[in-house]
């Protein structure tokens, strides 16, 4: 495929507490990233949960009206701030829980889930971070960008991925890099333009097999994932995604005899 493609995220929620538009199918499309959610959260709604065979990925927009706290069975508890990111390489397993630092304020940003090559999927799981001031920042005729991760975001990535958040004034254009043999896909935080003859509007999505140009009629948030495609089967059971059933399996075993090691519920007051 060498001219681009509309998606359209499917809107999903739990509740009054968690608001999100995903971007999971076609999946070939998407390689190696799994899934994204634009999500919105203004209390917790996840208990913890296991994690495996991926990275599960946090970003919180510089509009976030709060942080949120991760917690894991690494024994780690990090606040992550808007603008900031949090890295969580599930490898053969890890459980997971996040929730906003303050209930009631709402959490905006962007849960990823991106795969690993078949060779890391029972790697040990890590945990990576980065400030807002840790990333770089770069400026065009009429567009700024902030590398999230990938690119010139200094992060010991698994496998070639990037994320910049591109803010486009209105009449300017933006052109995607794509390295060779990268795909990515353009998500609309806000505004609306064009891509060639199609149009772009809050809340779609954009598939970019090649470099095309992003023209804003108003300004234009978007952002803008890439990445060298896996390329390789998978098989997903829940929060697990493997390479075969065997391994599936294995996580199960690994997650039910605490060998993903244990995280305590939260005693928290929207929990009581």
Do not use: C
Request: hydrophobic share 40%.
């Amino acid at each position: 495929m060498s001219t681009p493609r509309l998606l359209t995220p499917q809107r999903h929620s739990i509740g009054t507490g968690f608001q999100a538009e995903g971007l999971r199918e076609p999946l070939a499309l998407l390689d190696p990233f799994i899934l994204v959610d634009h999500f919105r959260m203004v209390e917790s709604v996840f208990a913890p949960h296991p994690h495996a065979g991926f990275s599960a990925v946090t970003y919180l927009f510089d509009d976030s009206g709060t942080g949120m706290v991760s917690r894991d069975s690494l024994g780690g508890e990090h606040e992550i701030l808007p603008g900031g990111l949090h890295w969580t390489l599930a490898g053969r397993g890890v459980i997971h829980d996040e929730y906003p630092a303050e209930a009631g304020r709402q959490a905006h940003g962007l849960q990823i889930f991106v795969n690993l090559p078949a060779e890391q999927k029972l790697r040990e799981p890590a945990v990576m971070r980065l400030s807002p001031e840790q990333m770089p920042r770069r400026t065009g005729d009429g567009w700024r960008a902030v590398q999230v991760f990938g690119g010139t975001a200094e992060l010991a990535l698994p496998w070639p991925t990037a994320l910049a958040i591109v803010d486009v004034e209105a009449g300017a254009s933006y052109r995607p890099h794509l390295a060779d043999g990268e795909q990515g896909f353009a998500i609309v935080v806000q505004g609306s333009g064009q891509a060639d003859a199609l149009p772009l509007a809050t809340g779609r999505a954009l598939h970019l097999p090649a470099p095309v140009s992003l023209r804003a009629d108003e300004p234009l948030r978007l952002a803008v994932f890439s990445g060298r495609p896996l390329a390789e089967p998978i098989v997903r059971h829940g929060p697990f995604v493997m390479s075969d059933e065997g391994q599936v399996v294995a996580a199960l075993q690994r997650f039910q005899t605490g060998a993903m090691g244990r995280l305590s519920a939260r005693n928290t007051p929207e929990q009581r």
